[in-house]
């Protein structure tokens, strides 16, 4: 094939590199530990493949032309290691003669590498904040003006409701949670634990296929204490949790249309301002389909109902009235927004009215605390007090000592 020719794909691993005596070491470098992190199989194997088989690259790897190479080299031993930045820790991945690596480089990587250069979908996520073709991809909608400030002097960045309570506490947290630094385990309230096991197990029964509606015996035991996807209850909080998936049955909204539904839980949203410069992060959790209709669903456990504001209560919820009134979610007609909350009392949905304009004003004033003072801050003080107790950067913030205690 001639240089050039679409059909001619060149593979390529990048990482700490050390060759002598016939040893080629790769060395992957992680910012968090290696021992909470699963191996990829078939990372390990295009690795060590191109570490057995290939050669050297002596000029630019972003060239829009063939990789210009060194000569072949005698190999005689391959090795892969893993090394965590954050606790120094290390794993060999792989260690084997040439012969060994192509034959691990040859169980199945090739039809997973083909996959992945036929491929032709668009996964919106964390990333977009950082991509250069966001301004022109086709699967984040363009919305000038959806957060209500004007463009800085600062580079592109994603912005989430996260991100925006994050800074309302600590600019330095929020900082320090978009740099992705690896995190210390903060000890959780009992009741958000319990929130996160009902999420988990309510998510699940979303995922199957084909979609249907959640049963009321279908739920997680035994009731005094019970564990999901890693999160543990027991107890009062185990039995609530219990009662809470039970009674998420009685308003499941795939409950009706048996065979007219789908649905999408924890479904990522990516919508680029380009007045602020700034791709707009969210997470649903249940975008679903009844019919024709389309609704995204927020989903709270709270022990009891309370008396203020939803909007204000659950900042996501005025963020997407803002993307339900912007059309950037499903549908022919505007997409409904649905508040459902599980409480010791019940369940009980909410429906917000989209399509009223001092609904969508009111959003407006909600979000603009929780986006105004992020945009225009360039230096992400830290706040050290109470709140340093349960961060989970504290190490990486060099005023947490100073008001850890306080």
Not at 164 to 179: I, K, S, T, V
Request: with cysteine; charged share 25%; hydrophobic share 35%.
């Amino acid at each position: 094939m001639k240089p050039g020719d679409p059909d001619v794909y060149e593979e390529m691993v990048d990482g700490r590199r050390y060759a002598g005596h016939g040893v080629r070491e790769l060395r992957f470098v992680r910012t968090g530990s290696v021992w909470d992190r699963p191996e990829d199989a078939t990372e390990i194997a295009v690795a060590v493949g191109v570490l057995a088989d290939g050669r050297p690259v002596l000029g630019s790897q972003w060239a829009r032309e063939p990789l210009t190479l060194g000569r072949p080299e005698h190999v005689r031993l391959v090795r892969l290691v893993e090394i965590g930045c954050v606790d120094a820790s290390h794993r060999v991945l792989f260690e084997g003669t040439p012969q060994e690596a192509s034959e691990c480089y040859g169980s199945g990587v090739e039809a997973r590498i083909s996959q992945v250069i036929g491929g032709v979908s668009y996964r919106p996520g964390q990333d977009c904040g950082r991509c250069d073709a966001v301004v022109s991809c086709p699967a984040v909608p363009s919305v000038p003006g959806l957060l209500g400030v004007s463009r800085s002097d600062l580079p592109r960045r994603s912005w989430s409701v996260s991100t925006g309570r994050a800074h309302r506490g600590c600019p330095a947290r929020a900082h320090m949670q978009d740099l992705f630094l690896p995190r210390d385990g903060a000890e959780e309230t009992e009741a958000v634990v319990r929130g996160h096991a009902v999420h988990a197990w309510i998510e699940e029964r979303h995922r199957r296929t084909p979609a249907r509606c959640c049963s009321p015996d279908d739920v997680p035991g035994p009731p005094d204490a019970w564990r999901h996807q890693g999160w543990t209850v027991t107890g009062f909080q185990a039995r609530l949790g219990t009662q809470m998936v039970g009674d998420h049955a009685l308003v499941c909204p795939l409950r009706a249309w048996p065979g007219e539904c789908e649905a999408h839980p924890e479904q990522s949203i990516a919508v680029y301002d380009p007045d602020a410069d700034v791709v707009v992060m969210a997470k649903a959790d249940l975008l679903y389909r009844v019919g024709d209709r389309w609704t995204l669903r927020e989903t709270k456990t709270v022990k009891a109902l309370g008396d203020g504001d939803p909007l204000e209560q659950y900042p996501q919820l005025a963020l997407a009235v803002l993307l339900a009134d912007a059309g950037v979610l499903p549908g022919t007609e505007l997409c409904r927004v649905e508040l459902e909350r599980l409480t010791g009392s019940g369940p009980l949905v909410t429906e917000i009215d989209v399509s009223a304009p001092d609904v969508v004003a009111h959003a407006r004033r909600v979000l603009e605390p929780h986006i105004a003072p992020w945009h225009s801050d360039s230096r992400y003080p830290a706040k050290p007090g109470k709140a340093c107790g349960n961060c989970p950067f504290t190490r990486w913030c060099p005023d947490a000592a100073t008001g850890a205690d306080t």
